[in-house]
């Protein structure tokens, strides 16, 4: 039944001459299997040696290996093959990738004797693994991604379950009035680092039963199954199940997560995985809990037995404190599309409602896969301390009105993946500045030690990752304009935008209101003194996309468009289109600061401001999402504007004026404040300090170690 398309380079080295060595052929097998494990994206050997093949060619395929190895003309890749040094170079980084696959890891020597036969599954909507599998919108999919990654790396065993969107999300191109151009390119599946795995199945939904193709995604030592409906054998609707990210009207959008609730849990089956946890990162998945339920009532269990047994097995994070965050449908459609789980199981049809509806006794009250998901796990948890309260507040209803502190969702901070986030150039900085960067574990706290690198060195470091965003957004300004039709004068300005030395301050999200991206702009005649300021300028760096149906998120990259254009912020405020790993990767390197605006306690978590530290950036933010947990007054700057205000205007007002007061009095002074050696020696004592608190603590290493002792390894009642 499983089969892989790749060749195998067990096949290769039994074809092997002993005495020559490695062929070609066997090159191109190694080659192949570099391609096909994301692996490469957080080992930079392997990314060298891939990008080496065809440096065009990678940046024009969005660092796609098996884009690049399909398109290069075989004479072209045969002659490459024959370089004695490009052989050597394969060769080397696949012993490096086998040797990552047998290693013995922390789980292995830690946790497996404790749970020997422990098997997480891990559904999520979106995954964001790399640019070149555009199937994420933000910050949910970058977190599954570097979960993915970081149980790879500690050895958790952990697969990984999503959807394969023919299109992903969406790409973002801004018109000439900056208004928002959505596009939807379709994806070749032959051309993305999958495989398939030859398995396929029937998922019911209401009354259609589409067949689901199921492929197979390498992360390392772990896998992420993605379910596609996208058939010939399939009716043009069940092809649409997978036809994109939070895209299409409410009724799909509810049949997508019967596909990846249920679906998933199927094509686990048919997989013969058979996981001992079950982690719904984020509602969206919570119908794999009543697939669960029916299975255990099916096998003749009683409704209440079954329901403890989906507790012990079923662990929930929920991601979000803006209610319209959060899925409800009616009663009815979900009922409809889930009638033959329901059926299955021998279950009633009330029992979507009592486990569902937030108020079941009421009337039209439509189904919340939140309630869902929370009534069904053993252990929820938000996402920082601040949004483990506000949940608690927030869901007081789902278990029936009890006080505040009695709602059982905890909290587990989130991380970024280190490697994934750390300039090679940050890593080769600490490494010879003999800062820690241990092996994977979860208490291993990377960079704990960096008050200890030299202040010149750090300083340098800096200016080598701010010249290399510069050129990057350089480049990317003038493919903007080019699409634009834009004429020399454009493309002249688009390569000469930004300067080299000027303090960078970047702001790079999902364009949701809350986050506030224009709230730098509130005061233009204010912000246009900072920026041209003649001795001490600043520049700013924007990027992000709004969901294609919030028209109040394209409103907002609008606006900063149109400021972009104003001739006093021309080539000083600068906005990237099409924000994604690449430009996150570029702009966490480069910029110097961080800005997060977010109107408070709107932000779960947020992650960016946890990456840029790793490379020496430090934050500005409002006192929301992580950041509380780790500002101690001098690693970064918290905007703080004093007692809350009552109106969302009047708070917007004085959080504005509460940054512009930061900038001007601490933040740009402070970056200008330079010993005789031309180093700004306050300023790299921030920045050693916010290395040091920030990357031991917020990395998915420290987080996945909280999710496997507090929820994955825990009985319900323990957790
Ligand atoms: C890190 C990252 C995010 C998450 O950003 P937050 O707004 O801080 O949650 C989103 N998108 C991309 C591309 C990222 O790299």
Not at 337 to 365: I, M, Y
Not at 539 to 553: C, E, I, N, T
Not at 666 to 689: C, N, S
Request: aromatic share 6%; glycine share 8%.
């Amino acid at each position: 039944m499983k089969t892989t398309t790749m060749p195998r380079t067990k096949h290769a080295s039994r074809t092997r001459s002993a005495s020559r060595g490695p062929t070609a052929a066997d090159h191109r097998g190694m080659l192949e299997a570099i391609a096909h494990d994301l692996w490469w994206t957080w080992h930079e050997p392997a990314e060298r040696l891939l990008r080496s093949l065809d440096p065009l060619q990678w940046e024009a395929t969005s660092h796609n290996p098996v884009a690049l190895l399909g398109g290069l003309p075989r004479e072209v890749l045969e002659a490459r093959l024959a370089e004695p040094a490009l052989g050597r170079a394969i060769a080397s980084v696949h012993r490096e990738l086998l040797r990552y696959r047998a290693a013995k890891t922390w789980f292995d020597r830690r946790r497996r004797r404790r749970a020997p036969s422990l098997k997480i599954a891990y559904l999520c909507s979106e995954f964001a693994l790399h640019e070149s599998m555009p199937q994420y919108s933000g910050g949910l999919g970058v977190l599954a991604g570097d979960h993915l990654k970081s149980a790879s790396d500690l050895g958790i065993p952990l697969v990984g379950v999503g959807l394969l969107y023919q299109h992903g999300y969406y790409r973002q191109q801004l018109r000439e009035d900056g208004s928002t151009r959505v596009l939807y390119p379709r994806q070749d599946p032959a051309l993305l680092p999958i495989e398939d795995t030859g398995v396929r199945f029937q998922c019911p939904i209401g009354n259609r039963l589409p067949q689901v193709r199921v492929w197979r995604q390498r992360v390392g030592r772990v896998s992420l199954l993605l379910l596609d409906t996208d058939l010939a054998e399939n009716s043009a609707a069940d092809r649409a199940l997978t036809e994109g990210l939070y895209k299409g009207e409410p009724q799909l959008r509810m049949e997508q997560q019967v596909l990846l609730g249920v679906g998933g849990m199927m094509a686990l089956e048919a997989l013969g995985e058979r996981p001992t946890v079950v982690h719904l990162n984020e509602g969206h998945a919570a119908f794999a809990g009543v697939w669960m339920l029916a299975s255990e009532t099916h096998r003749g269990t009683s409704r209440d037995a079954a329901i403890e047994a989906v507790k012990r097995a079923l662990v929930f994070t929920t991601h979000t404190p803006v209610p319209a965050g959060h899925d409800r449908y009616p009663l009815a459609m979900v009922e409809k599309a889930l009638a033959p789980v329901l059926r299955f199981g021998g279950l009633p049809k009330g029992e979507l409602a009592a486990l569902g509806c937030e108020r079941p006794k009421q009337a039209k009250e439509p189904l919340c896969m939140t309630v869902l998901a929370l009534r069904l796990c053993g252990a929820a948890n938000g996402v920082s301390k601040l949004h483990g309260e506000v949940s608690r507040e927030m869901w007081t209803e789902a278990y029936g009105g009890v006080p505040a502190a009695e709602v059982p969702i905890g909290s587990i901070t989130n991380g970024v993946h280190v490697p994934t986030w750390m300039h090679p150039l940050a890593q080769r900085f600490w490494r010879g500045q003999k800062v820690a960067l241990p092996a994977p574990a979860p208490d291993a706290r990377p960079l704990a030690d960096a008050r200890k690198a030299d202040a010149a060195g750090l300083w340098n470091l800096r200016n080598r990752l701010r010249v290399e965003l510069v050129h990057f957004v350089r480049a990317r300004l003038r493919q903007q304009a080019c699409c634009r039709g834009g004429d020399h004068d454009h493309l002249y300005a688009a390569a000469n935008a930004l300067r080299e030395d000027v303090l960078t301050i970047g702001f790079a999200r999902r364009f949701a209101t809350y986050k506030r991206a224009i709230l730098l702009f509130r005061d233009p005649k204010r912000l246009a003194r900072l920026v041209d300021h003649p001795t001490r300028p600043v520049q700013f760096v924007f990027s992000g996309k709004a969901h294609p149906r919030d028209l109040g998120g394209q409103a907002y990259a609008q606006q900063v468009f149109e400021m972009t254009q104003r001739p006093e912020f021309q080539g000083k405020v600068v906005l990237l289109e099409e924000y994604d790993m690449a430009i996150g990767r570029a702009m966490v390197a480069g910029c110097d600061v961080w800005l997060n605006t977010p109107l408070r306690p709107h932000e779960a978590s947020g992650t960016s401001g946890m990456k840029g530290p790793l490379n020496g950036g430090i934050n500005c933010s409002i006192a929301d999402g992580w950041w509380p947990e780790c500002a101690d007054g001098r690693n970064g700057w918290t905007i703080d504007a004093g007692r809350p205000r009552r109106t969302a205007e009047d708070q917007d007002r004085a959080d504005a004026a509460a940054l512009y007061r930061l900038l001007e009095r601490e933040l740009v002074p402070e970056f200008h404040d330079r010993d005789r050696r031309g180093i700004p020696r306050r300023w790299i004592e921030r920045a050693r300090r916010s290395a040091a608190t920030v990357a031991p603590a917020f990395n998915t290493d420290r987080m996945l170690g909280e999710y496997l002792d507090r929820m994955y390894l825990q009985e319900p009642g323990a957790r």
